[in-house]
């Protein structure tokens, strides 16, 4: 599986972005899909994930009811909406996918990697 992540840039403080990740390969459906943040100096977070059909879905704590992560099995393709963003979440956002050998909150089951998007808030 490849997986490329667009859609970053800069942002002001409570403004919105909508993250996309592209997937390449058959199985994706199979996937959990998992959306991760690294700040600079800071080790990667998870942030959200989705399962393989869109109806379960859970969020770090720190964006829970800010963003909505989706996916499009159809077009091979998870998003990520942010609202409301704030300077905190100023990071390289990458999406990947879980094989299900930990949870989904558990950055050890996330095998396959794309190149991540800049995200930048300012305040």
């Known amino acids: 599986v490849q997986l490329q992540a667009s859609g970053g840039g800069l942002v002001q403080a409570g403004g919105s972005l909508r993250l996309s990740c592209a997937a390449s390969?058959?199985?994706?459906?199979?996937?959990?899909m998992g959306w991760f943040r690294q700040a600079p100096g800071k080790e990667r977070e998870f942030v959200a994930a989705?399962?393989?059909?869109?109806?379960?879905?859970t969020y770090a704590d720190s964006v829970k009811g800010r963003f909505t992560i989706s996916r499009d099995n159809a077009k091979n393709m998870v998003y990520l909406q942010m609202n409301s963003l704030k300077p905190e979440d100023t990071a390289v956002y990458s999406c990947?996918?879980?094989?299900?050998?930990?949870?989904?909150?558990?950055?050890?089951?996330?095998?396959?990697w794309g190149q991540g998007t800049l995200v930048t808030v300012s305040s």
């Open positions: 990947a996918t879980n094989d299900g050998s930990y949870h989904y909150t558990d950055i050890r089951g996330y095998v396959y």
């Open positions: 390969g058959r199985a994706f459906s199979t996937y959990y």
């Open positions: 989705v399962g393989r059909y869109g109806s379960i879905t």
